[in-house]
């Protein structure tokens, strides 16, 4: 049986990730030392600063990258493998929740136009693609699937053609871009090699990894190209040969090694401003990897690292968390760290459900426990717009 500290240390693993670089997304590393100092603990973004609040996190509160995660585990525990349209449909059916809140002129309860739903922190390719599931999945090449996965390298630790399989599914109910469906295929690979080969060297893990991404892109040309958007045999892999270099690069100096992954996404996507943290699967996924492999007897310091390099904090700081809290479980994920987390109890609850295929009791449907959670903070974002307009600021 799976240890369930394994199981455990990756849900929380990256809801903790997710939560500490919730507050500081889309900054630049300057703006988080000029902000912070060096971030080794949740932070409150500085909304006196902003001139809308919508960015505002509730401390504690994870994105929607702990929510799709958990999603994938309720999914897998009720269903054994994971399967498109039912995740859609619990997608939809969170999207369709009613979040309410006062309004900061009147106080009347009004519903919210901040949130997709009970979904928080959502890309406009996953808001689409919810709102009509009929429709053909865009060619979104972000790292949305990546963020997700851990659940199913958990699930499927020791089952390599169902763990490439089910991660390549979860990222097709979103993604018809192969970069989706490796980079899924390459994190789950990652949570899977952490929990079952404590003394893999850094190179021989990466390599593992990029060829796990490699033979998830085989299976997509083989199995799945139906599903797959015009012309993209010419991008079939290049997400795995990302990985192959990164296992070449990953002796350099940190930043050396960033600038050569932001190199390598800029030849393959032809854009120009690319950086290594950026919300791509060719950027932020290899980036987590690196981290998570230079700091792999160290969950702490592997995402204090991650939340400090800006960009896609929450994501990278997820990826980061979940293969570092699933090599080293849950013991080595500081409680201070835990205490912050709003939904600890349920996050546990899916990390030992993840271990023993069954739900334990007290558990909370999703959507139900993540409407309670919107709610908490569309009403504590609504304070603290009436508070922010009172000294000024709005």
């Known amino acids: 049986m799976l240890s369930k500290d394994r199981a455990q240390g990756c849900l929380i693993g990256l809801a903790v990730g997710d939560v500490?670089?919730?507050?500081?997304?889309?900054?630049?590393?300057?703006?988080?030392?000029?902000?912070?100092?060096?971030?080794?603990?949740?932070?409150?973004?500085?909304?006196?600063?902003?001139r809308d609040t919508?960015?505002?996190?509730?401390?504690?509160?994870?994105?929607?990258?702990?929510?799709?995660?958990?999603?994938?585990?309720?999914?897998?525990?009720?269903?054994?493998?994971?399967?498109?349209?039912?995740?859609?449909?619990?997608?939809?059916?969170?999207?369709?929740?009613?979040?309410?809140?006062?309004?900061?002129k009147t106080g009347r309860i009004k519903k919210c136009k901040?949130?997709?739903?009970?979904?928080?922190?959502?890309?406009?390719?996953?808001?689409?693609?919810?709102?009509?599931?009929?429709?053909?999945?865009?060619?979104?090449?972000?790292?949305?699937?990546?963020?997700?996965?851990?659940?199913?390298?958990?699930?499927?630790?020791?089952?390599r053609k169902a763990r490439i399989e089910n991660a390549v599914?979860?990222?097709?109910?979103t993604s018809s871009h192969p970069h989706a469906a490796a980079s899924a295929a390459a994190v789950a690979a990652a949570v899977a090699l952490g929990i079952d080969n404590d003394s893999m060297n850094t190179r021989v893990f990466l390599e593992a990894v990029a060829n796990e991404a490699l033979l998830a892109e085989t299976f997509l040309a083989e199995k799945c190209a139906d599903q797959l958007h015009a012309g993209y045999e010419g991008r079939a892999n290049e997400f795995s040969d990302a990985l192959f270099q990164l296992a070449e690069w990953h002796y350099l100096p940190l930043q050396d090694a960033l600038t050569k992954i932001a190199d390598y996404a800029k030849s393959c996507l032809g854009l120009d401003?690319?950086?290594?943290?950026?919300?791509?699967a060719l950027t932020a996924v290899p980036t987590a990897l690196l981290i998570?492999?230079?700091?792999?007897?160290?969950?702490?310091?592997?995402?204090?690292?991650?939340?400090?390099?800006?960009?896609?904090?929450d994501t990278i700081g997820a990826l980061v968390g979940a293969i570092l809290g699933a090599k080293n479980g849950l013991e080595t994920v500081p409680v201070r760290y835990q205490q912050h987390l709003l939904a600890r109890e349920q996050v546990l609850l899916r990390?030992?459900?993840?271990?023993?295929?069954?739900?334990?009791?007290?558990?909370?449907?999703?959507?139900?426990?993540?409407?309670?959670?919107?709610?908490?903070?569309?009403?504590?974002?609504?304070?603290?717009?009436?508070?922010?307009?009172?000294?000024?600021?709005l």
């Open 54 to 104: 919508y960015y505002w996190r509730l401390p504690g509160l994870h994105s929607d990258d702990t929510q799709q995660a958990l999603s994938i585990t309720d999914i897998l525990v009720e269903n054994h493998e994971i399967k498109e349209d039912v995740l859609l449909e619990v997608w939809k059916e969170m999207a369709q929740t009613v979040i309410t809140a006062p309004s900061t």
């Open 114 to 159: 901040e949130t997709f739903g009970c979904h928080r922190g959502t890309g406009s390719n996953f808001r689409r693609r919810v709102k009509n599931t009929a429709a053909f999945a865009p060619p979104a090449n972000g790292n949305g699937a990546a963020m997700r996965v851990a659940p199913v390298g958990v699930w499927f630790c020791r089952e």
């Open 20 to 50: 500490l670089g919730c507050p500081v997304e889309a900054m630049s590393p300057h703006e988080i030392k000029t902000g912070f100092g060096r971030i080794e603990d949740l932070v409150e973004a500085p909304v006196q600063a902003m």
């Open 273 to 280: 401003k690319i950086f290594a943290t950026k919300s791509f």
């Open 169 to 173: 599914r979860s990222a097709l109910a």
């Open 351 to 393: 990390g030992q459900a993840l271990a023993t295929g069954r739900k334990g009791p007290g558990w909370i449907c999703l959507p139900e426990l993540e409407r309670e959670l919107t709610l908490q903070e569309a009403r504590a974002r609504s304070k603290l717009r009436g508070e922010l307009m009172e000294k000024g600021f």
């Open 292 to 313: 998570s492999a230079r700091h792999k007897h160290d969950f702490t310091e592997g995402v204090i690292e991650a939340v400090n390099l800006g960009g896609d904090t």
